[in-house]
């Protein structure tokens, strides 16, 4: 079992940026593949970004790529978003989620464990 609770979500103007957390507890968070996934209103919940548990590969959906990094510290089992150069469409909940695949994936039922996610809003 893993508990997974994000962080740092807020009100941000088109331009700028934001640094969500998501901490784990429960079992080894290392062993993990971790996503960050964002739902919209009146959307489905997409994927956004991928990390393998070493860190040393990262997948992310086209939308992002250039303006987001996910990143992670095992030894404070942290998982982390850098998003910059915010626009008025990544406004949504951002969720963070663990799989014990061990391949970087996007689809949404592969991952087991879910945050109570955070919510982004990015005006114009």
């Known amino acids: 079992q893993v508990q997974l609770v994000e962080s740092g979500g807020g009100l941000v103007q088109a331009g700028d940026s934001l640094r969500l957390s998501c901490t784990a507890s429960?079992?080894?968070?290392?062993?993990?593949?971790m996503g960050w996934f964002r739902q919209a209103p009146g959307k489905e919940r997409e994927f956004v970004a991928a990390?393998?548990?070493?860190?040393?590969?990262?997948y992310y959906t086209d939308s992002v790529k250039g303006r987001f990094t996910i990143s992670r510290e095992n030894a404070k089992n942290t998982l982390y978003l850098q998003m910059n150069s915010l626009k008025p469409e990544d406004t949504a909940v951002y969720y963070c989620?663990?799989?014990?695949?061990?391949?970087?994936?996007?689809?949404?039922?592969?991952?087991?464990?879910w945050g109570q996610g955070t919510q982004v809003t990015v005006s114009s």
């Open positions: 989620a663990a799989t014990e695949i061990s391949t970087l994936v996007a689809e949404k039922t592969f991952y087991r464990y």
């Open positions: 429960g079992r080894t968070f290392s062993t993990y593949v």
């Open positions: 990390i393998n548990w070493s860190a040393g590969y990262t």
